[in-house]
């Protein structure tokens, strides 16, 4: 949502507004219709995200976890994803989940803390730690 092309096309629809209500008379109405695509821009697009995860199996079904010290793998009811360690370049927690960063974005894959007992957690910590190995 704040890509630089997306806050450069907010940014003009703001200015097309403020020289709306330059214009003489009535005219100075059609500042609305930008001042309108401002405020339902990003709700359009937080209801297209939301129809995005939805409509993907991977991202709303029932996984299963299994790692080792190669891979991790998440596994849904018809698909299955598999990656090495190496497709990720950090590794953090907070109190309930594990984040592993995947390397080239800026995105998490994130893991329930409550899904491992403390036993799997400690050992998820030194697979993930030993990422590069």
């Known amino acids: 949502m704040l890509s630089r092309r997306t806050l450069i096309a907010l940014t003009i629809w703001a200015l097309i507004a403020v020289a709306c209500m330059f214009l003489p008379g009535d005219l100075r109405l059609l500042a609305v219709l930008p001042v309108v695509f401002l405020v339902f ?21 029932q996984k299963t976890l299994e790692f080792s010290l190669s891979r991790l793998a998440l596994i849904g ?21 594990f984040f592993l960063n ?29 990422r590069n190995a």
């Open 41 to 61: 821009a990003p709700l359009d697009v937080y209801q297209l995200y939301a129809k995005s995860v939805d409509c993907e199996p991977q991202l709303t079904d």
């Open 77 to 97: 009811p018809d698909w299955r994803n598999e990656m090495t360690w190496k497709r990720f370049n950090g590794f953090s927690e907070d109190a309930e989940y």
């Open 102 to 130: 995947l390397r080239h974005s800026a995105l998490a894959v994130i893991i329930p803390k409550h899904a491992l007992n403390a036993e799997q957690q400690q050992i998820f910590r030194e697979y993930a730690g030993n």
